[in-house]
């Protein structure tokens, strides 16, 4: 069983930074494709950012410039970087991997940007 557990969410004044954790209990490498999506009160589950074990990288429009997404190999482990953080921004950060057969989801980690 795949298990991804995200951490680092919190409060944050707008202009802040945070920087989330996704860990994986299995190699990133064995994944096709790995990524974080984020959904607000009343709206729908939307992709932040997301990379491809081919090595391209995907960044929705809305946090390009101010959000990155990486990752450690050796750790198992992806990360997303969010600076220049704005009210907007305020969700619920999932971790999403998809292997060949199957997508996985993590708990989910509350952003809260102040104003």
């Known amino acids: 069983q795949v298990q991804l557990v995200e951490s680092g969410g919190g409060l944050v004044q707008a202009g802040g930074s945070l920087r989330l954790s996704c860990a994986t209990s299995r190699s990133i490498d064995s994944f096709n494709r790995m990524g974080w999506y984020r959904q607000a009160p009343g709206a729908q589950r939307e992709l932040v950012a997301e990379f491809t074990t081919g090595g391209s990288t995907t960044y929705a429009d809305s946090v390009k410039g101010r959000f990155t997404i990486s990752r450690d190999n050796t750790k198992n482990t992806m990360y997303l970087q969010m600076s220049s953080l704005k009210p907007e921004d305020t969700a619920v950060y999932y971790c999403?991997?998809?292997?060949?057969?199957?997508?996985?989801w993590g708990q989910g980690t509350q952003v809260t940007v102040s104003s």
């Open positions: 999403n991997a998809i292997s060949r057969i199957r997508t996985y």
